[in-house]
């Protein structure tokens, strides 16, 4: 029976032996719990730091867009204002939109690409 837990103290101290050769930081359970808790938050959570950096990235290029298309309108409902309110501006934008002409005139298309005119 003597011999029995002499095994087990052996046991015990060829562990104790084991874990001090490691840093204290290491065997340190606050630290272990630490970085444990730093692993699953940056690689393995749902919302993990790649994810949260797509996500910025995403979210400036949206909103790139959106001041696009914001000056977009805002041009686009000055142009229509134009149209309505005056009658030379409504004439001109037939005329370079939709290639309208008077009864008395001859309308000659030029195209700037000088690609399409060899096809």
Do not use: H
């Not at 699953?40 to 790649?50: E, M, R, S, T």
């Not at 309108?73 to 005329?95: C, F, G, S």
């Amino acid at each position: 029976m003597k011999n029995g837990s002499n095994d087990k103290n052996s046991s015990k101290s060829l562990a104790r032996r084991g874990l001090r050769r490691l840093p204290a930081i290491l065997r340190n359970k606050y630290f272990i719990t630490f970085a444990a808790f730093c692993v699953i938050i940056v690689f393995l959570d749902k919302n993990d730091l790649f994810t949260q950096l797509d996500r910025r990235n995403e979210l400036r290029e949206l909103q790139q867009s959106k001041r696009y298309y914001t000056t977009r309108i805002a041009a686009e409902r000055a142009a229509l204002e134009a149209l309505k309110n005056d009658p030379a501006a409504l004439e001109k934008y037939a005329r370079e939109k939709y290639l309208m002409k008077r009864d008395n005139e001859e309308l000659f298309i030029i195209s700037e690409n000088p690609d399409n005119a060899k096809n």
